[in-house]
């Protein structure tokens, strides 16, 4: 499998990143890549240690002529962002990454890829396997968990490394050395609900957005990716009141470093309304296609019947719900006024789920400045206080 990536140069790089491929790696169940890792290490007979929250540290003497060269530290994290299209079979504890090559570019079939950080990794396998390159000594880390909250990093403990120059290998700009950071904060706002039995004479339909390309809540926020929770509420939001909808379902998106790529409402609609309703998913979608005609060209609404369920939420939650997720910000809030084109505070609407008799919506915020971080988060903040939830 994925052999046509070993075609790619620099082939070194790439057929580490195959192996990689290969290996199942899950933030907070990385144990498979920390034995590779480890394997790795005492096969090239380099010194290897593993700390107690699982990052492993790959020393590698410098080559003659470069003792006195200051060591340095490379650093990768180890896990990654798994996410699926609903269509496609995938075990991420169990399957590999299949992937195909287009115009120039390596894309997953389906799922989430792992260069994130995952060619981080194979660049340092590369380095610590190579005799043909010229180094001073080089400290290899590779930390877990990044993706969903850092514990690797948290986790280190001082005495760990040894050299006072690190450079992270975790930026999608080949050629550009990044100094700085990005500070975040997650923002989960808990919506409540009553349970109602299902009025009779309605008819249930699945009604969902897919074909969305999804994207990293950071390095694509700023690149007119549609988000599917905004995109199947602006439908309900739209028709709630025109067709008397009722809502039993909303599932969307699933990490909060993701933007939603797909989303679904299980809905009631009274019998003699429903055929109205349907006509209008078509005009709905076309609407939609045409707005983001560059960016999602592959955007799709669609509506199936289902079966009848016994609950519905209460129609003011349902309400609530609605003009809070419209109302919620999500995408570029502000652009650097020093450094063109870059992105200096943003926030991502992430994940609707409903959890036991609550709705969990889950956002996260991103800024290079505190100030304008907390603003972001505080803005989130106040619209589901608004819509009487919790945060």
Excluded at 145 to 161: I, N, V, Y
Excluded at 205 to 216: A, D, T
Excluded at 360 to 388: C, H, P, Y
Aim: aromatic share 8%; net charge negative; glycine share 8%.
């Amino acid at each position: 499998m994925n052999e046509h990536i070993l075609e790619l140069e620099p082939s070194s790089i790439w057929k580490y990143f195959k192996e990689i491929l290969a290996i199942p790696r899950p933030s907070k169940k990385e144990e498979k890549i920390i034995k590779y890792l480890l394997d790795f290490g005492k096969k090239h007979q380099l010194e290897t240690i593993q700390d107690k929250v699982g990052n492993i540290l790959i020393m590698k003497p410098a080559t003659m002529g470069m003792e006195n060269r200051k060591s340095v530290v490379l650093q990768s994290h180890i896990d990654m962002v798994c996410e699926k299209n609903s269509d496609k079979e995938h075990d991420f504890e169990k399957d590999p990454i299949e992937t195909f090559i287009k115009d120039g570019w390596v894309y997953a079939n389906g799922t989430t890829l792992g260069a994130d950080d995952g060619i981080g990794v194979a660049a340092q396998l590369a380095i610590l396997a190579s005799d043909d390159i010229k180094h001073g000594p080089i400290e290899c880390l590779f930390t877990v968990d990044e993706e969903t909250g850092l514990s690797g990093a948290f986790g280190l403990q001082p005495g760990f490394l040894k050299s006072e120059i690190l450079l992270n290998l975790d930026s999608e700009d080949e050629g550009q050395l990044f100094i700085g950071c990005a500070g975040g904060q997650d923002t989960l706002a808990w919506l409540p609900f009553d349970l109602e039995a299902a009025p009779e004479a309605h008819k249930s339909y699945k009604i969902m957005i897919s074909g969305l390309k999804g994207g990293h809540s950071g390095d694509d926020i700023n690149k007119g990716l549609g988000n599917a929770n905004k995109m199947l509420n602006r439908f309900l939001w739209t028709y709630r009141d025109q067709f008397e909808l009722k809502l039993h379902n909303f599932d969307g998106g699933n990490l909060r470093n993701a933007i939603a790529r797909e989303a679904y409402a299980i809905i009631l609609v009274p019998e003699k309304s429903s055929q109205f309703l349907v006509a209008e998913v078509k005009g709905f979608e076309e609407m939609l296609r045409n707005e983001f005609h560059v960016t999602e060209p592959n955007l799709m609404l669609s509506i199936e019947e289902t079966d009848v369920p016994d609950t519905v939420i209460d129609n003011d939650s349902f309400i609530e719900l609605c003009n809070a997720i419209y109302a919620c910000p999500h995408g570029v809030i502000a652009m650097s006024q020093e450094i063109d084109d870059f992105v200096e505070t943003s926030t991502n609407l992430a994940s609707v789920k409903f959890v036991d008799d609550e709705i969990l919506i889950t956002t996260s915020q991103r800024s290079s400045v505190e100030s304008e971080k907390n603003d972001a988060t505080n803005m989130v903040t106040s619209v589901f206080k608004l819509a009487g939830g919790r945060t």
